[in-house]
C-alpha cells in the first residue's frame, strides 16, 4: 500500500487498516475539496 502525499503516519501495528480507512476518507473529500478549497 502506498502513502498519500503530503500524508506521514509513524509506524503502527494497525497502521494499514488505519490508513485504508483514512485514504477511502480523504479521496473521495479531497477531490471537492481541491476546487473550492480545504473544508
Known amino acids: 500500500m502506498t502513502a498519500a502525499p503530503g ?3 509513524p509506524p503502527d501495528p494497525a ?3 488505519v490508513a485504508a ?3 477511502l476518507r480523504v479521496r473521495p473529500a479531497a477531490r471537492p475539496a481541491s476546487r473550492g478549497g480545504r473544508a
Open 7 to 9: 500524508q506521514a503516519l
Open 15 to 17: 497502521g494499514g487498516a
Open 21 to 23: 480507512k483514512a485514504v
